[in-house]
């Protein structure tokens, strides 16, 4: 493939991330569970037909589809973002060198634990909140390397509020719409995995769960 070509696939893929990220937020406004259920149906699509899809191309014809939880409300939060100590990390991955992140701040998810929100310190910006929960590396669990909740730079972003004056910015956090990096498919994929600051020992069985490649 040429990198023309790949790079035109990787533009639609994230041209179509955005779209379906928006229509999740038109949804939720009124109906959290019918914008999961848009949400599970066109990531199953992208995963199973998209040619930049982390699914290996010679396993996508029997792509079963992700392994998503039953949405639970109980999951959904929007939630005060809190000032906390700078911080700076710099993750190597396979594709794109090494990635700074700056720490920017921090949300509590009520009864599971304190979570870094981190910003993308190269070209876009963005957040990055990323969450690996006791769940981890489980049979039948989540993704031993941890998944993301939000990765703004990248679409994946729920909604919240800018805030101002005396009001704070806000988070929407949906555990359910919590996903797994392209490394959970394909180890050609190197991914930045949450820092000891986004670790829990809470159990959030909401959002996809990890099912082990074929073979």
Not at 68 to 85: G, H, K
């Amino acid at each position: 493939m040429s990198a023309l070509q790949s790079a035109v696939q990787v533009a639609d893929w994230r041209r179509r991330v955005w779209a379906l990220y928006a229509e999740v937020r038109r949804l939720a406004v009124g109906d959290p569970a019918a914008a999961h259920a848009e949400w599970r149906a066109g990531r199953d699509d992208l995963f199973a037909r998209h040619p930049s899809s982390p699914v290996p191309e010679s396993e996508r014809a029997a792509f079963p589809g992700l392994p998503v939880a039953d949405y639970d409300p109980d999951w959904r939060f929007e939630l005060a973002v809190a000032e906390a100590e700078p911080a700076t990390i710099e993750v190597s991955t396979g594709t794109d060198g090494d990635v700074p992140f700056e720490r920017v701040g921090r949300v509590t998810l009520p009864g599971a634990g304190t979570l870094d929100l981190w910003r993308l310190q190269s070209y876009g910006g963005g957040l990055f909140l990323p969450v690996r929960d006791g769940l981890a590396g489980l049979p039948g669990g989540t993704y031993g390397g941890g998944r993301y909740l939000l990765d703004t730079v990248k679409g994946a972003d729920l909604g919240g509020s800018p805030g101002g004056g005396s009001e704070p910015a806000t988070l929407v956090v949906d555990l359910n719409f919590a996903y797994n990096p392209s490394c959970a498919y394909d180890p050609a994929w190197a991914c930045p995995l949450p820092p000891p600051g986004n670790v829990l020992t809470a159990e959030i069985g909401a959002g996809e769960l990890y099912r082990p490649p074929a073979g």
